[in-house]
């Protein structure tokens, strides 16, 4: 059975960018007569025939997504605030789950530059940078949360040391005057520069950081309840936790629970990232510093549209994060 030619090699053949190659097939705007005989020539040539059906998506386009745990805290918001910012019916949105594996997330991309995709969104569930894909599939690429390590792509990632900075903030205007800071893995960047920020804080503030440095553990629960355990043994007059999420939040406060410490009147505690699932059912609830993640996947599909227009804007994009204020670090009624 003879192979039919890939849209890469029919781009390859034309002289143009994948993306550009769909958008002359597709009879697109912003393509050159020019460029779209030569593609259409090409094409002709090797014999491409559009795969998977994606003749289906030529009117208004199609846009993929790639995670990395499409069940797990991060993605789903993010791809919620994409899949607000494309539109309902403009954008026809395929998504894959890679899971974590690098070679699973090659082979989504393959497969999505073979169904025409004109861009894509890459989704990363940590937010350490990561490697580049830009130069091997010829499709505009936007990487969300976790930022690619080239400084030519587009990426878009939460400020993670203004979160750190806005979380010291916080416990010092409540009154806090002695700070644990309980972080999660430190190999994390995310752990590193909130904990950065919230210390360089704490200390212009004059404010005490329990233990002199930041106890580093997992993004758990139980690390939250044997890191409390651990200050208080040390420093019984500790009046404030900052902690690295919300899951060491819920576990801190069950341990000052335990331990018999009025929250928010004897101790206050503030989490990161917003987790309803954490942060609401909480006794009291909990405040916490969220990361702003469906803004995340709006900005990155505003970019990824302008890439595909032929307008990118390569670079470390920042969206801000938010405080949100509930009963561990102030009285609400």
Not at 91 to 98: G, H, P, R, V
Not at 147 to 171: I, K, Q
Not at 228 to 253: H, Y
Not at 302 to 309: G, H, K, T
């Amino acid at each position: 059975m003879q192979q039919t030619a890939s849209l890469a090699e029919v781009a390859a053949a034309a002289g143009v960018s994948v993306a550009t190659a769909s958008k002359a097939l597709n009879d697109r705007p912003r393509v050159s007569a020019g460029t779209r005989a030569r593609v259409a020539a090409a094409a002709q040539r090797l014999g491409y025939v559009p795969r998977h059906g994606a003749s289906r998506f030529k009117l208004r386009g199609t846009v993929g997504i790639i995670a990395s745990d499409l069940a797990g805290r991060f993605a789903l918001p993010i791809m919620m605030g994409a899949e607000d910012a494309f539109g309902l019916g403009s954008i026809s949105l395929l998504m894959c789950d890679a899971r974590g594996d690098a070679i699973r997330e090659r082979h989504h991309l393959r497969a999505l530059v073979e169904r025409n995709v004109d861009g894509i969104i890459v989704l990363g569930s940590l937010s350490s940078a990561r490697p580049s894909l830009s130069g091997l599939f010829g499709v505009p690429l936007v990487y969300a949360y976790a930022p690619s390590d080239a400084a030519g792509d587009t990426s878009v990632d939460a400020s993670h040391e203004r979160a750190g900075a806005l979380a010291a903030d916080h416990l010092v205007q409540s009154g806090a005057a002695k700070v644990a800071v309980i972080a999660g893995d430190p190999r994390v960047r995310a752990t590193a520069e909130r904990s950065r920020a919230a210390r360089l804080r704490l200390a212009e503030a004059g404010v005490e950081i329990a233990g002199g440095a930041v106890y580093a553990g997992e993004y758990s629960e139980p690390w939250g309840r044997a890191a409390a355990r651990a200050v208080i043994e040390r420093d019984a007059d500790v009046d404030g936790f900052l902690c690295g999420n919300d899951q060491i939040a819920r576990g801190v406060l069950d341990a000052l629970k335990e331990l018999g410490r009025d929250v928010p009147g004897q101790v206050r505690v503030i989490g990161h990232d917003n987790w309803a699932a954490m942060v609401e059912p909480a006794r009291p609830a909990l405040t916490s510093v969220d990361m702003n993640l469906e803004e995340i996947g709006r900005v990155s599909a505003d970019l990824l549209l302008r890439a595909i227009d032929g307008r990118p804007e390569p670079g470390v994009h920042h969206v801000e994060p938010r405080l949100v204020v509930r009963g561990s670090t102030m009285r609400t009624h």
